[in-house]
């Protein structure tokens, strides 16, 4: 079982609708992530969390909304997406953001369907 | 910038036979980290090793080893005898120590399929 939850697993959703992607770590990690992935395709950087506080976006549309909460839990609300936004969004956490040596750990991820 | 490659696009083999996964990669900077992940058809990516730019050893787990050339920019990935299990894609990745530490640059995996 992967130590990083998200919830839900799969999603349909039409491009009007409003939703949420949520995930879950016990670790203590203090810097989590959130990638998008396309089929066939690595996983691309949306956001990065360090300390609860947003210290990268990668020029990520603003239909895509990152929160953290708190140090274990982080939230993408999503609004007005676009088919081009199908995807599995994945989810991950490391133990620090001070040094690149930290792995990622990630969750099962939420595969995500717009209408 | 930052580059992994993993020209291994897809491999299939039958199950029992050894199999090497390439990753080449570039990069400007002295310290910076290398990793392998698995993904298997569930979605969630597995962390396999790190290994650091100073770090030159060589690592052998279990069935899985991996060799680390820094002459060469490779990190490359040895499964021995196989399984279904090993089904999966493997990504090798890229992260700094300095400025973009938190960003990894992921390369495009290479599909491994194997054969009962």
């Known amino acids: 079982d992967t130590e990083v939850t998200q919830t839900p697993k799969h999603l349909v959703m039409g491009m009007t609708n409003k939703k949420s992607l949520k995930c879950e770590q016990h670790?203590?990690?203090?810097?989590m992530y959130w990638y998008k992935q396309k089929a066939k395709k690595p996983p691309e950087l949306m956001f990065v969390y360090s300390y609860e506080k947003l210290s990268i976006n990668e020029s990520v549309p603003s239909r895509f909304s990152p929160e953290c909460p708190n140090s274990s839990l982080l939230n993408l609300h999503l609004h007005a997406l676009q088919p081009e936004d199908s995807a599995l969004y994945l989810c991950a956490s490391s133990q620090g953001a001070g040094t690149g040596n930290q792995p990622q750990h990630f969750g099962d991820g939420t595969r995500l369907s717009i209408l | 910038a930052q580059k992994v490659t993993q020209a291994q696009t897809e491999i299939s083999v039958v199950e029992k036979e050894d199999v090497t996964l390439d990753c080449v990669y570039e990069t400007r900077d002295t310290t910076y980290y290398l990793f392998w992940y698995k993904q298997p058809p569930s979605g969630e990516l597995v962390f396999l090793i790190r290994?650091?730019?100073?770090?030159?050893q060589n690592e052998i787990s279990g069935r899985y080893s991996w060799n680390f050339q820094k002459s060469t920019s490779s990190f490359n990935f040895t499964i021995t005898a196989s399984q279904v299990v090993d089904s999966a894609v493997y990504f090798c990745?890229?992260?700094?120590?300095?400025?973009?530490?938190?960003?990894?640059?992921f390369g495009t995996g290479t599909k491994l399929q194997v054969i009962p």
């Open positions: 290994r650091n730019s100073f770090d030159e």
């Open positions: 670790m203590g990690h203090r810097a």
């Open positions: 990745a890229l992260r700094l120590n300095s400025g973009g530490y938190q960003k990894v640059t």
